[in-house]
């Protein structure tokens, strides 16, 4: 019984971490319609930004974390100009296609720099130890990252000015231009914002395990999944879906082979997005 | 009295519609180009007995047929179906395991596929095909990763290891190098058959029905269109032919594994290959698989460039998303406005 509550424990450590990632994803949907298919890509990009700045310029793992941010933030603003400005606003096929043409330049080009063989970042964070079972110390110190960051994100969008900028042209891009809100400026400062969320929620996640250029993937599609359970467009949604998907994982894998897993989470996307299409977690919009 | 009488001559076209129909489509020139195109086809690689050529032309057949029929739901319909894989993964198990395992002739095991997997994408279009927009297109990816991932624990097929068919299998078709021809000559005729059926499909009136969707689906549904049973039949024909090439291919290569099977890389390089030629045109989709095709064989044997095939396809998308969203034939069509009728 205890294992199970500690396999419970650590899938909602795991889980604040996944809804970190798809609270990137969910933010741009929500400020410009658009899903945002490099989302893998960015998480990779922050993986391997942790691995340079510890293993190759000794950084300490934890203090790669500001730098995952500013470096995901100025990456996505990038993104944002190359990809997407010239898209806002077409059919939804128009923004798809175009992120996701631009995942498979940065994947092709990843894995021609680093091949698709594993990397790994080894962190030692003594974990604590109750009953007999050990949280692991890189776990926790994640999971308490992970919902700082969001911490910082709910100021940032409730507490100054380009948060209210933010929300006014993700309710209305005409009012809000209307008023003197440089919205495409905003939506560039958006879709950083997304990235650098992904980006340090990649650089979490390789703390904790191995990874490859193509690992972005199976990430990107638990941000689906969690965005789907909390509502698209709600970051705190997405928080509460990420460590929904948390608790799923961690009662289920006591239970059965790991490999079944991904197909009780898609089954799980489909229904919600086909039940709740507003997510399971729909109260407010952040 | 009198008024059904007017009625009549009303309701006797409607009657003949279905012969008349094929009549029409039979006396359009285009139709013609399609069969050519398929015979060439075939009797290009028979020229001194051209291996290394039926291999190119293969693949490029099995692109064509993916690809039209993606524009059947893409292109006509505007749905983006990131998923449409699936239907050709799903369509090579459901025949290597007929084949391998019950002995079936080859035919009718892909026959049986196609069927199977159309029955199976009709019940999932009615589910997801609620979805719209950004929300369909996610929906499609989680059903072919669900899918992928199931195979993968599917004891019967194999599981993550796959179907490996022994060389007996080849045997009723007279040995592997004859089973070789005999499999690109389906192929062929199932690209043919592709084309033909989106040409059919987008001079019909199901055809204008799924091109109102496409343009606006609310307004096509207040003019009396039955949108969803449109979409999930545009679905489900749509997985037809993909998925007896998908028995076909993987019975030539001799094996099926889950990754290789549902490769959603492949899916969207499908997607890739309509938006080159021209999203919508029958001869877009077609021209677009072929030129990709041939393109990526360019670039895989090229030293330079064989690690960057996926950054070209990337660049490539991404530029005619941007700057040329109508493709080749949005281009050909605006240059030359009276080759539209000839070339659908």
Redesign the interface.
Known sequence: MIGIIASIIDGLLVGAVYGLAAMGLTLI?GVM?V?NLTHGAMIVLGMFALYFLASALGLPAYGAVPVTIVVGFVFGVMVYW??VH??IGR????S???T??????????G??LFSTSPYNVPVAVSGITWEGYTFTGTHIMAAMLALAIAGLLYLLLHKTRIGKAIRAVADNREAAELNGIPTTQVLSFAFGLGAALACVSGTLIATLFPFTVLSG?AYE?KS?VVT?LGG?GNPAGALLGGVALGLIEGVTTPFM?V??I??IE??L??AA??LF?RGIFAFSRA | MKQSSDALPQVAPAKTEGHGFIVNILSQPFTWLIALAGVVFAVFPLWGDNVQLRESLLLAAVYVTLASNLNIVLGYAGYVNFGNIVFFGLGGYVCIYLVSEWQWPLVAAALIAGVSVSLLALLFGLGILRLRGAFFALATIGVNEAIKAFVANFEPWGGAAGIYLSLDVYEPLGGPGEALWIVYFLIVAAMTASLLLSYAIKSSKFGLGLLAIGENEDAAAVLGINTPRYKALAYSISAFLPAIVGGLYFFKTGIIEPSGAFDLTRSIETIVMVMLGGIGSVTGAALGAFLYEELRGVLLTTEAFSHFQLVIAGLLLLGIVLFAPGGLMGFIYRRWPSLRRLLQ
Do not use: E, K, Q, Y
């Open positions: 949907w319609n899903i190359i990809a010239r898209v059919a939804h096929l128009m798809l296609l175009s996701f043409a631009m995942n498979m330049v940065l994947v092709g080009l894995t021609a993937g599609l689906f789907v698209l082979p490999s079944w991904p197909i898609f089954l996307f489909i997005l086909i299409p």
